[in-house]
């Protein structure tokens, strides 16, 4: 099989415009950090009417392919995440075929895969898979993973966002997949799901979401370590695998704060598995110890005293990762990518080189994997890794050139959205200059529900 199968290269899109949270909790008049602190959020990024699901995956592949200058018949596999479904049989992969037109390569696998925030994950393994198959034929995948978060006026609205990563998947990766090391959990919940087709927005119970989120994390945790300590015992390691052994770890996040409650949960869980002479950092959970797990997952002072216990370890290895969803919001299948593009662009090529990256994906419903990704070594001037982190280093500096819009002009967009989803026989209205330069756009959508897309210069 080739070796170290992996991210070559990535790239993020969001929206040119924001709403800022602080500004929402005023308009929404409630208290005054429920949304900063409460959940974490400082921005909120939000599409125009112009914008849907293929429009955000055209642009963010075509950015991926000219800034990597590969050619188009490079790509032998091409899979997309989404959970944002405009018509429920034509792909959104069918929609970015369009780019390789030109290039006469038609041969090319992968459609959409969709279950929830998961989905991105699913395109992952899968164009993994098949590059360590007979089927592989020595080219390249690309992962395309999208959405639009968006709610109806409530408390679940301020965390929504909207954005796209694609990534170039190949072998001799900086950023390979740790072979063997998937810990998976699937059951079937009603915590957040889209029955109805007729509108963009979600049914959502969001404290049970909460409660699954948390579930599924122990369960994946708990079997990925089962994997690391099988493998580690064949190589004669005889010890348990802990939170120290991820040098950094990302999480699917739907709000910055249950990224930071989930860290926390890690610790516990490796607190529940000691025993004797425990970490120092583990001394004020003791009084929860012989807790039944059910009712760790809404104890108020269980959580108070892991968010205290877990502070440290939580700014070592994943607060860099939440800066673009700290400043976007939700990106559903997009955000745990988005979250190692943050934590690449917040450390050096050195920082980074030689470390493993633990990766928790949540999609709603429900599936989860807690999988990881080993750094490659060399971090020398050029080098992939190099490259990579270099390519996603203007991170901050594209968000800070974002438009920052009113609570009543995002109201207003999110109105248009509902009034103009489904419609035919239209040209979405707007300022094509409102978006950010080399942006695919909605033109039209014709009497037959066909679309078409334009690019702005
Ligand atoms: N200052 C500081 N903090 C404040 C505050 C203030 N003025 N007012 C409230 N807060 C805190 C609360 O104490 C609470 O924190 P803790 O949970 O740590 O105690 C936090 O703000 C949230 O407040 P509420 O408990 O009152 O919750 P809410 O009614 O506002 O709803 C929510 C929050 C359930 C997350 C809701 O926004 C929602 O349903 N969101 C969508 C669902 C979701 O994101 N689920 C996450 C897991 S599912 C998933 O991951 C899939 C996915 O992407 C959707």
Not at 99 to 107: A, I, W
Not at 380 to 394: A, E, I, Q
Not at 451 to 456: D, L, P, T, V
């Amino acid at each position: 099989w080739p070796k170290d199968v992996g991210i070559l290269a990535m790239e993020v899109y969001f929206p040119a415009q924001y709403v800022d949270q602080t500004d929402l909790e005023k308009y929404n008049n409630v208290e005054a950090g429920k949304y900063t602190v409460g959940l974490g959020q400082t921005h909120m990024g939000f599409c125009s009417v112009q914008e849907d699901i293929n429009s955000l995956c055209l642009t963010v592949v075509q950015r991926l392919m000219e800034r990597t200058q590969l050619p188009w018949d490079a790509v032998g596999r091409l899979e997309v995440g989404t959970e944002t479904i405009i018509d429920k049989s034509k792909a959104v992969k069918t929609v970015l075929m369009e780019l390789f037109q030109d290039s006469g390569n038609t041969d090319i696998e992968g459609i959409d895969t969709t279950n929830a925030c998961y989905g991105g994950t699913a395109s992952l393994f899968n164009a993994a898979n098949w590059m360590e198959s007979s089927y592989w034929d020595g080219r390249y995948a690309l992962v395309v993973c999208g959405d639009i978060a968006v709610y109806p006026n409530g408390n679940a609205r301020p965390t929504g966002g909207a954005g796209a990563v694609a990534m170039l998947i190949g072998p001799k990766a900086p950023l390979a997949l740790e072979q063997g090391l998937r810990g998976t959990h699937m059951e079937n919940a009603y915590d957040f799901y889209k029955p109805n087709l007729a509108s963009e927005y979600p049914m959502v119970d969001g404290k049970l979401s909460i409660q699954c989120y948390l579930r599924a994390l122990d369960r994946c945790y708990t079997s990925y370590r089962q994997k690391i300590q099988k493998q580690w015992k064949q190589a004669g390691i005889d010890r348990p695998f802990t939170l120290d052994d991820l040098q950094y770890m990302i999480f699917h996040t739907p709000f910055c704060k249950m990224v930071q409650k989930s860290l926390a949960r890690l610790m516990f869980n490796d607190f529940r598995s000691s025993s004797g002479d425990t970490h120092a950092l583990y001394q004020g959970l003791e009084a929860f110890r012989e807790l039944k797990l059910e009712d760790t997952y809404t104890n108020k002072d269980l959580d108070k005293a892991l968010l205290k216990a877990s502070l440290d370890t939580f700014n070592k290895k994943t607060k860099a990762s939440l800066y673009l969803s700290t400043h976007n919001g939700n990106m559903y299948t997009s955000s745990l990518y988005g979250c190692l593009a943050s934590l690449l662009s917040h450390h050096s090529a050195q920082d980074l080189a030689g470390s493993r990256i633990g990766a928790f994906s949540y999609g709603s419903g429900l599936a989860a994997s807690l999988f990881s990704f080993r750094v490659s070594q060399d971090a020398s001037p050029g080098s992939p890794l190099d490259t990579l982190v270099n390519s996603v280093s203007d991170l901050p500096k594209r968000l800070a050139s974002r438009k920052r819009m009113s609570p009543e002009e995002f109201t207003e967009t999110m109105n248009q959205r509902e009034q103009f989803y489904h419609k035919v026989n239209f040209s979405p209205p707007g300022d094509t200059n409102n978006l950010f330069p080399g942006t695919w756009y909605l033109e039209r959508v014709d009497e037959m529900h066909r679309r078409k897309y334009a690019r702005r210069p």
